[in-house]
């Protein structure tokens, strides 16, 4: 990423691959990625390339893009039917992303595989983050919801470490708080930790 947090698709698709094949060595259960790009094919490498992870036993969140609130919005490689999804709970703030505020920003489902996304809500509206001068900065958008998500998942998988990400990703489903919003912005509805933590596990 360059200061101004953006890449490109080939380096993100490098850094999973190197994910792939490290992640015996370092033991790497779950890859938080607050990042999402349009594909205007097809044919999608990056859910590709996510798919082979989470198939291989690597919990994947992702976020669900900051492009809403139109119908279609999410961004690859949140558009996975495999991967856990994540909305921001409170888009209805004001978010200031590239320098334009906007609000209502959540991508929304569904995918162009008419699959419902997101998969779940977390808090995402000024939260507190380090940034590149090495300080602390509020900053709000799916890609602060997302971690909240994936440090969920991460004391799941310390209480319980057989736990697969298909388990995961149950698990999470049946704890959340349903918010009454259409699916295609909720999902199963907001994350709950602590009904998450205290859930028994779900081995199907």
Known sequence: MDK???GSSADLLSGLQWIYENKKKYDIRIVNLSVGTVI????DPLVSAVETLWDSGVVVVAAAGNGGPSPGSVTSPGTSRKVITVDCL???KK???WDTEIKDFSGRGPT???IIKPDILAPGAEIYSCSNTGEYIPLSGTSMSTPIVSGAA???LEKYPKLTPNQIKYMLKITSDDMAYPK???GWGLLNIERLLNEKPVYI
């Open 4 to 6: 101004q947090g953006r």
């Open 90 to 92: 409170d888009d209805h």
């Open 95 to 97: 978010c200031n992303i």
């Open 40 to 43: 205007s094919n097809s044919f």
């Open 184 to 186: 295609n912005r909720q």
């Open 112 to 114: 162009g595989d008419c």
């Open 154 to 156: 991460a004391l799941l």
